[in-house]
Structure formats: structure tokens, C-alpha cells
């Protein structure tokens, strides 16, 4: 399996189940990258997860800090629950 279909599956397992109506403005592609890369164990550009969110359209804006990142409707209970695991530095 390529690079590619395992983020997507990876998503489709960690996140779709964990989208809500809002933007979630604290968490970015990027920090979704980082968690991605722990948890796959391989690199993982913001790049592939902007690319693999869209494809499974996933809705985004842009981060207020950069339009390179972008925001999704994540709840922070998930993100909480990778910071429980150790996947998120803060």
C-alpha cells in the first residue's frame, strides 16, 4: 500500500469519525502532520494532509497564522486525546 492510501486511511479511522460543525481554530494541518507521522510511522507533508482532507472533502480555512496551514472542524476531545497519548507537545 502507498504512502498515500495509508494517510487516507488513516483519516478516514482517526479523524471523519471526530469532525464537528466548527472550525477548529487551535490545531492545524501542521499539528495534524506531526500526529500522523507518530501514529504512521513515516514523514508526512502538511502538504499530504491537505491534499488527503480535500480529496475526502473535509471542509478548511486557512489559519489565521499562515494560509500554508489549515483549520478543520476536529474536536479538541480527540486532540485532547492524542496529547493523552503523547502524540502532542505543547
Known amino acids: 500500500m502507498d ?6 486511511e488513516w483519516i478516514i479511522k482517526e479523524i471523519k469519525p471526530n469532525l464537528i460543525k466548527t472550525i477548529n481554530f487551535k490545531y492545524t494541518s501542521y499539528k495534524i502532520k506531526h500526529i500522523a507521522e ?3 510511522g513515516f514523514y508526512v507533508d502538511n502538504e499530504d494532509i491537505i491534499k488527503a482532507m480535500e480529496f475526502l472533502c473535509i471542509d478548511s480555512v486557512d489559519s489565521k497564522c499562515t494560509p500554508l ?3 478543520y472542524p476536529i474536536s479538541k476531545k480527540w486532540f485532547d486525546s492524542k496529547r ?3 502524540c502532542i507537545n505543547e
Open 38 to 40: 507518530g501514529e504512521l
Open 84 to 86: 493523552m497519548k503523547g
Open 3 to 8: 504512502k498515500n492510501m495509508k494517510i487516507l
Open 69 to 71: 496551514n489549515k483549520c
